[in-house]
């Protein structure tokens, strides 16, 4: 079973800039991709940045995507914060698993991470 944990969230001022990390773990299984969501209060889910599970960085406007190395977590890196920014972060991760030889898609979210900015 692959699971799917993001950290890093808080109360930032905006301004500042902050990391998140999505850390998936579980056995025999590959990452295609990993995307960042974010849901504002009361609004929909949306999406932030992502990158491919073989990359090594992505940049989206404020938002970096990038990992140190390819079996550690993937980090968001936010710039700029703004109070706009607050909401729920997610991590998304869509890879294979292998099961006594056979290869099986999975598709999981994290439970998410809060961020909040202050003005």
């Known amino acids: 079973q692959v699971q799917v944990a993001e950290s890093g969230g808080g109360l930032v001022q905006a301004g500042g800039s902050l990391r998140l990390s999505c850390t998936a773990s579980?056995?025999?299984?590959?990452?295609?991709?990993v995307d960042w969501y974010r849901q504002p209060p009361e609004k929909q889910r949306e999406w932030v940045a992502g990158?491919?599970?073989s990359g090594v960085s992505s940049v989206t406007g404020r938002f970096t995507v990038s990992r140190d190395n390819a079996k550690g977590p993937v980090n968001l890196e936010i710039s700029s914060l703004k109070p706009e920014d607050t909401g729920i972060y997610y991590c998304?991760?869509?890879?294979?698993?292998?099961?006594?030889?056979?290869?099986?898609?999975?598709?999981?979210w994290g439970q998410g991470t809060q961020v909040t900015v202050s003005s």
């Open positions: 998304n991760v869509r890879g294979l698993r292998n099961i006594r030889g056979n290869l099986y898609p999975f598709d999981i």
């Open positions: 579980g056995t025999s299984f590959s990452i295609d991709h």
């Open positions: 990158m491919p599970g």
